[in-house]
Nanobody
Framework: VQLQASGGGFVQAGGSLRLSCAAS??????MGWFRQAPGKDRGFVAA????????YYADSVKGRFTISRDNAKNTVYLQMNSLKPEDTAVYYC?????????????????WGQGTKITVSS
């Protein structure tokens, strides 16, 4: 399976963006979003299980970001509201080796190419 992330761009603080991650085929795996800011390691953002019924968030984005999926469209979304300059990063979607998503990047074996978000203050 291949993952194609899109939706990145430039936004002012307090604004919103929605990222999409389209898979080349149907998947019943957990999915996750991770991000890497300049000079920092890649970190967990959000994850969702195969059905969309269970979600997980990093504390830094809880209450501002929402992960969802549409299995009919083979697509996972990340709605990002109340964006802050510290959200600036390249965002990657990934497919878990499990049916449940989680925070551990080692549990993901397929990664998209990344989409860049820049939040200005």
């Amino acid at each position: 399976v291949q993952l194609q992330a899109s939706g990145g761009g430039f936004v002012q603080a307090g604004g919103s963006l929605r990222l999409s991650c389209a898979a080349s085929e149907r998947t019943f795996n957990g999915m996750g979003w991770f991000r890497q800011a300049p000079g920092k390691d890649r970190g967990f953002v959000a994850a969702i299980d195969w059905s969309g019924g269970t979600t997980y968030y990093a504390d830094s984005v809880k209450g501002r970001f929402t992960i969802s999926r549409d299995n009919a469209k083979n697509t996972v979304y990340l709605q990002m509201n109340s964006l802050k300059p510290e959200d600036t990063a390249v965002y990657y979607c990934a497919r878990s080796i499990f049916s449940m998503g989680d925070y551990d990047a080692r549990h993901y074996n397929t990664w998209g190419q990344g989409t860049k978000i820049t939040v200005s203050s």
